[in-house]
């Protein structure tokens, strides 16, 4: 079922344009989040063209002096985040997307919000479904932060799916043109 609403969500995305502008009250909504306030290390993704902008969330991170860290891929399928800074050196993966090249990794608990990327999310009990390879699952297993993910209304599932054991779900999820 999982890999069924993947396909579905993603062939939906693919069909549109994802314009910065289409999410800015989304933006303040998340910008206006006590966790959000709160953090000073805020971890993002660099976002596919088809994905919600995350340079939105990028810059207005840096304007109110937080670190933003960004994941790399290792072996065994894990995340490490490191600093995006002007010094940053990103190389493009074999799936398109931007990871960091040098500096130095922070441990999890030194990373106070991860915005979560995924390709659906289930309304009702915040998991995710991603693009398969576990990766972020494996991260927030056990990170001791907060986690927030965005969604652009294409992604949001109304009947809940059977997760995983190992499915991790955000603690909070906000999603386009609804409030609350």
Partial sequence: MKTAIRTTVLHKLAQQAQPASRFTELYQRLFATSVWQEAQVVA??????????????????????????IPRTVPHRELRFYPLTPKT???????????????????KDQIDLVL????????HNHHRI??????????????????IALAQREQVVEQPWTPDPFDVPVQ?????????
Avoid at 116 to 123: E, L, Q, S, T, Y
Avoid at 130 to 147: I, N, V
Avoid at 172 to 180: A, F, I, M, Y
């Fill in 130 to 147: 991603g693009y398969g390879g576990g990766f972020y699952d494996r991260f927030l297993a056990s990170f001791p932060g907060q986690t």
């Fill in 44 to 69: 993002v993704t660099i976002s596919l063209p088809h994905e919600l902008p995350t340079q939105p969330m990028i810059s207005q991170a840096q304007r109110q002096g937080k670190l933003v860290v």
């Fill in 116 to 123: 979560v990327p995924g390709v659906a999310f289930c309304r």
């Fill in 89 to 107: 050196c990103l190389a493009k993966t074999k799936f398109g997307v931007w990871e960091p090249q040098n500096g130095t990794a922070l441990t």
């Fill in 172 to 180: 909070q999820l906000l999603v386009e043109d609804e409030h609350g």
